[in-house]
Each structure stands twice: as structure tokens, then as C-alpha cells.
Nanobody
Framework: QVQLVESGGGLVQPGGSLRLSCAVSRLIFGAYVMGWYRQEPGSQRELVATLTSGGDTNYTDSVKGRFTISRDNAKNTVYLQMNNLKPEDTAVYYC?????????WGQGTQVTVSS
């Protein structure tokens, strides 16, 4: 069992920044992929960024150069640093762990970008 808890969402003006955190309940052994997803009302959940156990990162085109996924193994925490936020980034953001045989999801944290 893996439990994920997101935090750090909120209301921010366009051009502002937020850092999302995902606290992981236990150490994960073997190969895995950490990911951040987001979902707008009435839309499908979409992949934002991934970080593999080997340290490789990938981003969807719309956030490249603005968002950064990282981890702090000592704190069992994964981060999503979001800079130069746009209204189009408004969504509920979810943390995900893909173990290959099973996926684990957090509850989500709301990010609203508005003036």
C-alpha cells in the first residue's frame, strides 16, 4: 500500500508561482514512475510531468520551461514547481505513483490562476 497526500495548491495571479508537494507514505523499491496530473471540470485528466526512479523527467508541451518535477528522498516527497502560471493551468492537480502492476493516486489539490 502507498498513500499520497498533495498540498500547496491555492489561488495565484497570472505570472505567479506555486510549489505543490506530494508526501509519500513509504519508501518504494524497484522501478517506478512518479507523476503529476491535472483535471479541469468537464475535461479528462491529463499528464503534466513524470519522474522515473532512474531520474528521467518528461513534461507535456504546454508546461515545458515553466514547471519542474523533483523529489527529496530524505523527506519522501515529490514536488511540482510551477512558474509563470497561466489561467489555462487552473485545475485540480493529482500526484501519482505507477509501479507497473498498480497505480496509486492522491486526493488532489486545487490550483486556480486568476486576476
Amino acid at each position: 500500500q502507498v498513500q499520497l497526500v498533495e498540498s500547496g495548491g491555492g489561488l495565484v495571479q497570472p505570472g505567479g508561482s506555486l510549489r505543490l508537494s506530494c508526501a509519500v507514505s513509504r519508501l518504494i523499491f524497484g522501478a517506478y514512475v512518479m507523476g503529476w496530473y491535472r483535471q479541469e471540470p468537464g475535461s479528462q485528466r491529463e499528464l503534466v510531468a513524470t519522474l522515473t526512479s532512474g531520474g528521467d523527467t518528461n513534461y507535456t508541451d504546454s508546461v515545458k520551461g515553466r514547471f519542474t518535477i523533483s523529489r527529496d528522498n530524505a523527506k519522501n516527497t515529490v514536488y511540482l514547481q510551477m512558474n509563470n502560471l497561466k489561467p489555462e493551468d487552473t485545475a485540480v492537480y493529482y500526484c501519482n505513483v505507477n509501479l507497473g502492476f498498480r497505480n496509486f493516486w492522491g486526493q488532489g489539490t486545487q490550483v486556480t490562476v486568476s486576476s
